[in-house]
């Protein structure tokens, strides 16, 4: 199994800025994919992450708001940006192994006031 | 589009009862199903992994049946304890290497002593 983290793993922030966070993998893989939870909902995938790609996002995402880097194969970054309080979710990296099983990381906690 | 509702949404019961978790999914052109674990405010933990070419899965006091036909999961729990208490979540991940998974709505589930 892989063992994902991410970065930082909870933040507050005042409304018009933005967050960067990272997600580090302890193993190479080549699908990763950003979720977003808003409170007492379920997952929403935001965007896939290929290395050496540009992201693919999924429709209501685009990517002047939530820009994804994926430098190499065991790093990707989500960018929130012009952060309002309806982006108040919980924001969990996953990667795919061997094309089957899924793993997440510990999620990053996000208050926008 | 892919659907996935799981019911019922939320289930307490005593220590020591075997109890069984539901989730359909109303497209069967899938490539397998993946029931989750979820803690309050954490990330989610992979429980089992069913292929779609098979009937069940199992993995201590979990197991996990598919009917892909009827578009049907069960997670059956035996000899429940107060630390299986968490949200459950199924999700299923259509055909194709690049497919996503889909999640269902999830069981919050209580063991209580």
């Known amino acids: 199994s892989a063992v994902i983290s991410q970065k930082p793993s909870r933040d507050i922030c005042q409304r018009g800025t933005s967050l960067t966070i990272q997600c580090q993998v302890d193993?190479?893989?080549?699908?990763m994919f950003w979720y977003r939870q808003q409170p007492g909902q379920s997952l929403t995938l935001i965007a896939t992450?290929?290395?050496?790609?540009?992201?693919?996002?999924e429709s209501g995402f685009v990517i002047d708001k939530f820009p994804i880097s994926r430098p190499n194969l065991t790093f990707s970054t989500l960018t929130v940006s012009n952060m309002s309080p309806e982006d108040s979710s919980i924001y969990l990296c996953?990667?795919?192994?061997?094309?089957?099983?899924?793993?997440f990381g510990p999620g990053t906690r996000l208050t926008v006031t | 589009k892919q659907e996935v509702t799981q019911i019922p949404a939320a289930l307490s019961v005593p220590e020591g009862e075997n109890l069984v978790l539901n989730c359909s999914f109303t497209?069967?052109?899938?490539?397998?199903l993946q029931w989750f674990r979820q803690d309050p405010g954490k990330g989610l933990t992979s429980l089992l992994l069913?292929?779609?070419?098979?009937r069940e899965q199992t993995s201590g006091r979990l197991n996990a049946s598919l009917d892909k036909s009827s578009g049907r999961s069960t997670l059956y729990i035996a000899a429940s304890q107060p630390g299986d208490s968490a949200t459950y979540l199924c999700?299923?991940?259509?055909?194709?290497?690049?497919?996503?998974?889909?999640f269902g709505t999830g069981t919050r589930l209580q063991v209580t002593l």
């Open positions: 996953s990667v795919r192994q061997g094309g089957n099983e899924q793993y």
């Open positions: 193993s190479q893989v080549t699908m």
């Open positions: 992450a290929n290395q050496g790609s540009e992201a693919t996002y």
């Open positions: 497209d069967s052109a899938i490539y397998n």
């Open positions: 069913i292929q779609s070419s098979q």
């Open positions: 999700a299923v991940r259509g055909t194709g290497t690049a497919s996503k998974l889909t």
